[in-house]
């Protein structure tokens, strides 16, 4: 007895002094961690990480940018159903803790020891809370130490409804998914609101193991969890026997969806991302940030469609290149095949097909399209591919199928008929995830139908401006941004050919030179020493053509007369007047080639320059950015409205700063971005007359002439009288434009090789970009009203004789021209009026609009 007694007392020591010791330790613990620990009250003022969204003007999707997809939501937008579910999976007990669950902490320790791993798990929602909000990833006493102070600590200064919201916003759901409404969206892409009890049930045993419980990866496993849910949740009385029957009977619905663009527009959306990262650095990725851009859905779809079909068009004029590659389809099966064409992407809409066999005979090829299994090529859609040898040479057309292609030939196709398809190949798992086939899941028999296609390798551009203000309406850098991400639009500087003509011209109307001033279009030669030969400039057509007046110059873009022109203007003044319009002339030659466009300049770049024509001599600005709101919805930048100033603008500016010094006070700065209080509309923006609108309104109507009865005169497919535009093409058709407007709306295309060369002897950009313009401008101008400059005061229309320059004299051929008052043409001499009766106006002029 007094063994047992003495057995007991050594026992009960051993025990105290255990508990003391542990006691002990926690204490010493919690002493030299309290201090480090983060404050509680940020969690009441967390802002998630979320995607940062950019939108069309008209609020289509364009783009989301950022590793996290989350879509944070309230408590009172989650069925109860739903938060039973999560409960039942991850903390049962959390409306009784304290935020650390002693018998799971224990039950966890047990099989801690016995087993050596933990298999029920011991930490509460709030623990979840306090490790995924404060703490570190790693698996060590001293962590899980802090995650139990935290966790008693939120307890005591959250309600649990924060703390489940908290949860519910923050948990990892696999995929790239965080929190539970980005869960709803990427596996079954649709609301929480909208979810079945089955699909409830199985987003609430993801947290335990994102990978092991995926319902995309492992299928089986993740069924298993969601019953065992379901099991819990009737055996709880959370749901009838009845909704419990039912939710463990029903499939798995379970896809992969990401959020879909709604607007092809790659290299805007680029744009976009490097203006937010470099105004609001890396946390553009994370802080919510929603940016509407000034492009309109349909305008940017129209560019992207239109430049795509422009440059498969020249790419097809020009001959089939071949096999982007080969291998022995002999003996395969479907699903070899389909591994094989894993190895050749998809671009923009085209697919890579292999040639499995050929008929001659029915002028028929057999293909296997990746991710679209087998179909067939009809020799009709082949007769273009001429096979290419240069630029300005095909071979011969070909007669059948094999003169094209041969058996084991990987070739891009278009798509032009699909097979039914019960279930879209898309719904299972992304395309990187996909397993050992490559064919669509669920189709009926049925024939694929393609066409033979190839990738172009020319390049081009489109960039379309609104005029009036700057915005970008719509822009294409390239073919394909997934094959490079070059933005031409903005990045290419190339020599503009004759499109640069138009600013010339306009120099000479400010200098008091008319559209009927004479320049002749004759033969000239230039000596230089510094060159091997004499520059002889010609024209396109290798012709010449005598007297001819600057109207005529610029809508025929006769080159002769532009040197002349530029000769006699000279070129320092020249380029002192391309400064004053605001164009870059780092990249301009001071020599005569200046006249034929041998400076380098953007698409962007020359956009502008033609919307200063367009808007009627204003200087414009391009901008991309409408307005950026943050995680809340509240706007933190808004772009400012134009403000057109004609004279005294440095005192309107003056005025315009005395109204906004106090707004300006309120206004905090982050990176150059004033962020205006969404309460205070932003400062105007000053938009000052570059040149003076007279010269302006001239230069319209001749360039009216260009459409009507010059180089771009395919526009008049588009059955408008408001148009106005330039051709352009340099030495050896290596760059070819075309820039056009009306008074709202300005669009620029260029087309060329990254690496410059040429486009063929056949190729203008009459032939390349002018019909990419007419495509894209064809939707930009639906719709729209004709848009035209109002003719300002001063100007006057003159009877001349265009062989001369000079006023016609009665009874003579001749065409109304137009000149600014000072600069008309003499009256006729008495001399001149003998041969003849002056017509109605006497002094030979009319002030009628031209």
Not at 374 to 390: I, K, N
Not at 590 to 595: D, F, G, P, V
Request: charged fraction near 25%; glycine fraction near 8%; include cysteine.
């Amino acid at each position: 007895m007094s063994q047992l007694l003495r057995t007991s007392r050594v026992l009960a020591w051993f025990i105290l002094t255990g508990l003391s010791v542990a006691i002990l330790v926690a204490s010493s613990l919690y002493l030299y961690l309290r201090p480090n620990l983060p404050e509680v009250e940020q969690l009441l003022d967390v802002r998630f990480e979320t995607p940062l969204r950019v939108y069309s003007k008209d609020n289509r999707l364009i783009a989301e940018f950022g590793e996290k997809r989350r879509a944070p939501i309230t408590i009172e937008q989650i069925p109860t159903i739903q938060l039973q579910a999560f409960l039942v999976a991850e903390d049962a007990r959390f409306y009784e803790h304290f935020g650390v669950d002693i018998r799971g902490l224990t039950r966890a320790a047990i099989e801690l020891i016995s087993t050596g791993e933990i298999q029920s798990g011991g930490s509460t929602i709030t623990m979840q809370v306090a490790k995924n909000y404060f703490l570190s990833r790693d698996r060590t006493f001293i962590r899980k130490f802090n995650e139990i102070l935290l966790a008693l600590q939120i307890e005591r200064e959250l309600n649990k409804t924060q703390i489940l919201e908290l949860y519910l916003n923050k948990i990892y759901l696999g995929n790239r998914a965080y929190g539970l409404a980005a869960a709803s969206q990427v596996y079954y892409d649709k609301p929480v609101s909208e979810l079945s009890l089955a699909q409830m049930a199985m987003l609430a045993g993801l947290p335990k193991a994102p990978s092991a419980f995926n319902p995309l990866a492992n299928p089986e496993r993740a069924t298993i969890r969601r019953d065992w849910i379901l099991g819990r949740m009737k055996e709880l009385g959370f749901i009838t026997e009845d909704a419990w029957s039912l939710a463990v009977n029903a499939p798995i619905t379970a896809s992969y969806n990401t959020r879909e663009s709604e607007v092809d527009a790659d290299y805007v959306a680029e744009m976009a991302r490097a203006e937010m990262v470099q105004r609001f650095g890396e946390q553009a990725y994370t802080d919510g940030y929603s940016v509407t851009l000034t492009v309109e859905s349909d305008k940017q779809t129209a560019a992207t469609q239109a430049l795509r079909r422009g440059l498969k068009d020249y790419d097809r004029r020009h001959g089939f290149r071949g096999a982007i590659g080969q291998f022995d389809v002999s003996g395969l099966s479907s699903d070899e095949l389909s591994r094989q064409m894993l190895n050749y992407p998809r671009v923009e809409g085209l697919v890579p097909a292999v040639v499995t066999g050929i008929d001659d005979n029915q002028g028929q090829v057999s293909i296997h399209a990746r991710r679209l299994g087998p179909g067939v090529m009809a020799f009709d859609t082949m007769t273009w591919a001429r096979r290419y040898r240069t630029e300005n040479q095909m071979g011969p057309e070909p007669e059948k199928p094999s003169d094209v292609v041969g058996v084991g030939d990987v070739v891009y196709v278009e798509v032009l008929q699909l097979p039914p398809v019960l279930v879209d190949a898309n719904e299972s798992e992304p395309e990187q995830n996909a397993g050992n086939t490559d064919s669509p899941q669920g189709t009926l028999p049925g024939e694929l139908k393609v066409a033979l296609s190839q990738v172009p390798r020319i390049e081009g551009a489109l960039i379309s401006l609104d005029a009036q203000t700057g915005a970008i309406e719509a822009l294409a850098g390239g073919y394909s941004f997934s094959q490079s991400k070059y933005n031409r639009a903005t990045q290419a500087s190339r020599q503009v050919g004759s499109t640069f003509k138009p600013f010339l011209y306009l120099s000479a109307l400010e200098n008091g030179r008319t559209p009927a001033t004479i320049y002749n279009d004759a033969p000239i030669v230039f000596e230089d020493s510094e060159l091997e030969t004499a520059w002889r400039p010609q024209n396109s057509s290798g012709q010449f053509y005598g007297p001819t007046t600057l109207r005529e110059g610029l809508y025929r873009s006769r080159n002769l007369v532009s040197v002349r022109l530029l000769q006699d203007l000279g070129i320092r003044p020249t380029l002192d007047y391309l400064e004053q319009l605001k164009l870059p002339t780092d990249n301009m030659p001071a020599n005569l080639s200046l006249s034929l466009g041998s400076g380098l300049l953007t698409p962007m770049e020359l956009a502008r320059g033609f919307a200063v024509i367009a808007n009627g001599g204003y200087d414009v600005q391009p901008y991309l950015i409408e307005k950026i709101e943050d995680w809340e919805g509240k706007v933190v930048f808004r772009a400012p409205e134009t403000r057109l100033c004609d004279r005294d603008c440095e005192q309107a500016e003056g005025e315009l700063a005395d109204e906004t010094n106090e707004l300006v006070s309120q206004e905090s700065i982050l990176d150059g971005l004033t962020l205006t209080p969404t309460e205070d509309e932003p400062e105007p923006r000053i938009m000052e007359r570059l040149a003076d609108e007279r010269s302006v309104f001239m230069m319209h109507s001749i360039m009216q002439d260009v459409i009507r009865r010059g180089t771009g005169t395919r526009a008049q497919a588009l059955g408008r009288s408001d148009l106005a535009g330039k051709t352009g093409t340099t030495n050896e058709q290596k760059d070819t434009w075309f820039a056009g407007f009306n008074h709202n709306i300005a669009t620029t295309v260029w087309v060329g090789f990254d690496q410059p060369a040429p486009l063929g002897r056949s190729e203008f950009g009459a032939s390349t970009a002018l019909p990419i313009w007419v495509d894209y401008m064809k939707v930009a101008l639906d719709s729209e009203p004709e848009a035209t400059m109002a003719r300002p005061n001063g100007l006057v229309s003159v009877r001349i004789d265009p062989q001369t320059g000079e006023r016609a004299r009665p009874g003579q051929d001749g065409t109304f021209e137009l000149f600014k008052e000072e600069n008309a043409p003499a009256p006729l001499t008495a001399e001149d009026l003998e041969n003849g009766r002056a017509s109605d106006d006497q002094d030979g002029l009319s002030r009628q609009i031209f």
